[in-house]
């Protein structure tokens, strides 16, 4: 499977940038919806969008709490494992 | 309503009104009814919404909130106070619905809280209005920002120290995801608008331990239907043909209330488990996406009608964020004209109601009857 990090990385961007909107650097610690400029519906589209590349579904047992980049990759990793 | 030197203060963006202030506005003795509309600067709507009923209720004229502009029949309003609502229109063209201010308080006077409270819904809906109310018969704070996106309305909570909030659960999710450094000291939340899930609920348990949580049911025609304090997903099987705010609830696949020679068919289906009843969904191709219903087939019949495209399956796709987003296959010819054709539809369309998975195909695909899938 590709490296997730870069795979959760490149699709943020592709989200930002396909609104029209410039992308900031992304960083680990970047907080999806405090430091980036995305709202929930494109946390949901990089939601689903992850699950239909990865065939992973971190969430399948209920919501899970995430804030930052690095969160976000650690359920993947998890659900992988 | 309106009591005179009340406590009740309305934290409007950033700006501190109380309730004299707000009644103290001149106003045209003359009039019949009153109309507030929704504009592009809703800085004080909340305040003229105030305004208008505090006239249409000492005038004794109807006071309609026209959240989306919507044509006003004047002949067939009611001639006495009484506040005009919009449906959301997702089951066809807005209904303007009339609605006592007795129907819209809440039935518990929950004064001795000093609660403050953050806005979510918005300010002209059903929800929206009765915590407008709650927070003004109860002398509590109510705080407001209608333009915020969620990310500033997560702030404002935590800045304003707000400890009553009123939301969808697709809204309290995106709030939950938005708290990081600090968590607003909420003693009461309730849930409404779409289905909450034993997993929101739990959350809310684990992260505010000590809030009173519940959900409630309502319908823009019905108002509150009940509301289920026990922290468990559903209600219970016993509320099956028992009154409820005067409405008897009765169900097989889908939830209709039933209030004297009133039948309302719900269209919310639900499942027996046990002792409970759960909602699984709807039984047209309405999807709450983040607390908003859209219409799938509404989309499929837009994107069906642009010239570029042959045919197109129009399906949601669940997701733990927004409860699900819109996807759509299309098939056509020519791919980059679609996209463009789709792209001039966009932008026209509701942000909740935009495809955000887009794929293009030779055939759409249907299901063993023939049937386009609506929800993955």
Request: proline share 4%; glycine share 4%; aromatic share 8%.
């Given at each position: 499977m590709k490296n997730l990090k870069n795979l959760i990385i490149e699709k943020?961007?592709?989200?930002?940038?396909?609104?029209?909107?410039?992308?900031?650097?992304?960083?680990?610690?970047?907080?999806?919806?405090?430091d980036l400029p995305m709202d929930s519906l494109d946390l949901a589209t990089l939601i689903v969008s992850l699950e239909i590349s990865t065939g992973l579904d971190p969430f399948r047992?209920?919501?899970?709490?995430?804030?930052?980049?690095?969160?976000?990759?650690?359920?993947?990793?998890?659900a992988n494992s | 309503m309106f009591e005179k030197n009340g406590k009740f203060n309305l934290i409007e963006n950033n700006v501190t009104y109380t309730l004299d202030k707000i009644v103290e506005l001149?106003?045209?003795k003359d009039l019949t009814s009153i109309v507030v509309n929704c504009s592009?600067?809703?800085?004080?709507?909340?305040?003229?919404?105030?305004?208008?009923?505090?006239?249409?209720?000492?005038?004794?004229?109807?006071?309609?909130?026209?959240?989306?502009?919507?044509?006003i029949n004047f002949h067939n309003i009611p001639k006495k106070f009484s506040v005009g609502l919009f449906t959301s229109g997702t089951t066809g063209t807005p209904k303007l619905i009339f609605h006592l201010l007795s129907d819209l308080l809440p039935r518990t006077n929950q004064s001795i809280n000093n609660f403050r409270w953050l806005l979510c819904y918005h300010p002209m809906s059903f929800a929206g209005l009765q915590v407008i109310l709650q927070a003004v018969i109860s002398n509590n704070v109510?705080?407001?920002?209608?333009?915020?996106?969620?990310?500033?309305k997560a702030q404002l909570?935590?800045?304003?120290?707000?400890?009553?909030?009123?939301?969808?659960?697709?809204?309290?999710?995106?709030?939950?995801?938005?708290?990081?450094?600090?968590?607003?000291?909420?003693?009461?939340?309730?849930?409404?608008?779409e289905i909450a899930t034993q997993a929101i609920l739990d959350a809310l348990k684990s992260t505010f331990p000590d809030a009173k949580l519940r959900h409630i049911y309502a319908t823009t025609e019905a108002g509150v239907v009940f509301t289920v304090k026990d922290g468990i997903a559903g209600f219970p099987l016993e509320w099956r043909n028992s009154h409820l705010n005067g409405w008897e609830l009765t169900f097989?696949?889908?939830?209709?209330?039933?209030?004297?020679?009133?039948?309302?068919k719900t269209g919310d289906t639900v499942k027996i488990i046990g002792n409970r009843v759960y909602f699984i969904g709807r039984e047209d191709n309405i999807v709450n996406i983040g607390g908003v219903k859209v219409n799938l087939e509404d989309i499929e019949q837009k994107i069906l009608s642009l010239d570029e495209v042959i045919d197109a399956r129009v399906y949601a796709k669940s997701n733990p964020i927004t409860n699900a987003i819109v996807c759509a296959e299309i098939a056509t010819h020519d791919e980059s004209k679609a996209r463009a054709a789709l792209a001039t539809l966009n932008n026209n369309l509701d942000n909740a109601a935009k495809p955000r998975i887009v794929t293009f195909v030779t055939n759409i695909s249907l299901t063993e009857a023939g049937k386009k899938l609506r929800k993955v």
């Open positions: 943020t961007r592709k989200i930002i940038t396909e609104k029209g909107v410039d992308c900031p650097t992304i960083t680990l610690n970047s907080e999806f919806l405090n047992d209920g919501f899970k709490t995430f804030h930052t980049v690095d969160e976000l990759i650690n359920l993947y990793t998890e | 001149p106003y045209n592009s600067d809703n800085e004080k709507l909340v305040s003229k919404m105030l305004h208008a009923l505090y006239v249409g209720q000492h005038l004794d004229i109807p006071v309609i909130f026209n959240r989306t502009n919507q044509q109510l705080v407001v920002d209608v333009d915020a996106n969620v990310t500033k909570a935590c800045q304003y120290n707000i400890d009553a909030i009123s939301a969808t659960p697709s809204l309290i999710r995106s709030f939950l995801l938005s708290w990081t450094k600090q968590l607003p000291p909420l003693k009461t939340i309730t849930l409404g608008g097989d696949e889908s939830l209709v209330l039933h209030k004297k020679d009133i039948t309302i």
